[in-house]
């Protein structure tokens, strides 16, 4: 560490992490893969270390006390049962699950290729793009879904295999057919 006054090393290993944000991410990465069970183990530790931050951080995302306790319970109880019934809430709000998948696929494939700059939210594109397909213009239907041709999808204007970027810059609101025909064109 070139520096001793605390301010100026903090700013030392921001500039540091800035710049090599990729290689970093990558190593990680790698790290993750091959200790898989020690991260988990970690992780878990770290869960019963510091209950409160995490109790906080769950508060943060809406899950209540009483909800949590209730969730370990039935999943304790029954792990089989307590599966079937979160695919069950997963099937009454498709949307908000396909965006999610949608969204960590590109997100993971970007990484892979080293083209991530940010996470890109299908729902901010939408309102971006003011719903419209920006392949062929015409209104996307955010209640279809995949894999319907007229579905939503994210376009990558300069494609991720021919050196586009993941990012908001990069992106477009596209039916799933379009951007798939363009795609393969
Ligand atoms: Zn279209």
Same mark, same amino acid.
């Given at each position: 560490?070139?520096?001793?006054?605390?301010?100026?090393?903090?700013?030392?290993?921001?500039?540091?992490?800035?710049?090599? *944000?990729?290689?970093? #991410?990558?190593?990680?990465? #790698?790290?993750? /893969?091959?200790?898989?069970?020690?991260?988990?183990?970690?992780?878990? *530790?770290?869960?019963?270390?510091?209950?409160?931050?995490?109790?906080?951080?769950?508060?943060?995302?809406?899950? &209540?006390?009483?909800?949590?306790?209730?969730? &370990?319970?039935?999943?304790?109880?029954?792990? /089989?049962?307590?599966?079937?019934?979160?695919?069950?809430?997963?099937?009454?709000? @498709? /949307?908000?699950?396909?965006?999610?998948?949608?969204?960590? &696929?590109?997100?993971?494939?970007?990484?892979?290729?080293?083209?991530?700059?940010?996470?890109?939210? *299908?729902?901010?594109?939408? /309102?971006?793009?003011?719903?419209?397909?920006?392949?062929?213009?015409?209104?996307?239907?955010?209640? *279809?879904?995949? @894999?319907?041709?007229?579905?939503?999808?994210?376009?990558?204007?300069? @494609?991720?295999?021919?050196?586009?970027?993941?990012?908001?810059?990069? &992106?477009?609101?596209?039916?799933?057919?379009?951007?798939?025909?363009?795609?393969?064109?």
């Amino acid at each position: 560490m070139p520096y001793k006054d605390p301010e100026q090393a903090r700013a030392y290993r921001a500039a540091y992490y800035e710049k090599n *944000l990729k290689q970093i #991410a990558t190593k990680k990465r #790698a790290y993750y /893969e091959n200790n898989r069970e020690l991260v988990q183990e970690k992780a878990r *530790l770290y869960r019963i270390n510091n209950l409160g931050a995490v109790r906080a951080y769950d508060r943060k995302r809406g899950v &209540t006390e009483e909800r949590r306790q209730l969730n &370990t319970q039935r999943r304790l109880a029954d792990p /089989e049962k307590f599966n079937i019934s979160v695919a069950n809430s997963k099937a009454k709000k @498709p /949307e908000k699950y396909r965006d999610m998948v949608l969204q960590q &696929t590109q997100k993971r494939r970007a990484k892979q290729k080293d083209a991530f700059v940010e996470d890109v939210i *299908l729902s901010i594109l939408y /309102e971006r793009d003011s719903g419209a397909c920006g392949i062929c213009e015409k209104p996307v239907d955010r209640s *279809l879904l995949y @894999p319907a041709h007229l579905s939503s999808s994210i376009d990558h204007v300069l @494609p991720i295999s021919r050196g586009g970027e993941h990012s908001y810059a990069n &992106t477009q609101l596209a039916h799933l057919g379009c951007n798939i025909s363009k795609g393969t064109r």
